[in-house]
């Protein structure tokens, strides 16, 4: 092996090597969201006694990138088997605490009726739990908007109706 054929092989690895450095580096510097679901009350989102206790999802949004992101809470959809739940049509609480700007680390969080979520997505009790039926899981997808249209999505969550739980 002569000195030339070591320069060739030194000039591509050196080509390579830095244009993996820029693909890791970009991907690196990209815009991550985490959404995350619980099951939740009214009482987390208000300060007023005479609210009812409702049944509310938590949707939790937090900027785990190292940009600024700017989120558009009425672009939130929840699907289940082709069915959405789109926030841009039904009430949610939290709004008044939202802000749009989410700095590094930060997180947001918005209230959506449960009732309305599983009437949107179809998700009704059956009339007698069976060992099927108790252990049913409906898969979920959820998405958000950012104010660029950049879409931020999950499918990692299952509702367990049974229970009233969303499992990871």
Same mark, same amino acid.
């Given at each position: 092996m002569n000195i030339e054929v070591i320069a060739k092989i030194a000039g591509v690895l050196g080509f390579f090597i830095s244009v993996s450095t820029f693909v890791l580096t970009r991907l690196e510097r990209r815009k991550k969201i985490e959404i995350e679901l619980f099951e939740s009350s009214s009482f987390d989102f208000t300060v $007023?006694? $005479?609210?009812? $206790?409702?049944?509310?999802?938590? =949707?939790?949004?937090?900027?785990?990138?190292?940009?600024? =992101?700017i989120l558009k809470p009425k672009t939130l959809i929840i699907e289940h088997n082709g069915k959405a739940y789109k926030l841009d049509r039904e009430d949610y609480w939290g709004m008044e605490e939202f802000d749009e700007?989410?700095?590094?680390?930060?997180?947001?969080? @918005?209230? =959506?009726?449960?009732?309305?979520?599983?009437?949107?997505?179809? @998700?009704?009790s059956p009339k007698n739990y069976d060992e099927d039926t108790f252990s049913k899981l409906y898969p979920l997808s959820v998405k958000i908007c950012d104010h660029s249209g950049k879409v931020y999505k999950t499918k990692k969550f299952k509702y367990h109706e049974a229970v009233g739980e969303f499992i990871t």
């Open positions: $007023d006694d $005479d609210v009812n $206790d409702e049944s509310l999802v938590k =949707v939790r949004f937090t900027n785990i990138g190292p940009q600024s =992101v700007l989410m700095p590094p680390t930060s997180s947001r969080e @918005i209230g =959506v009726h449960l009732g309305s979520v599983c009437e949107a997505l179809e @998700i009704e």
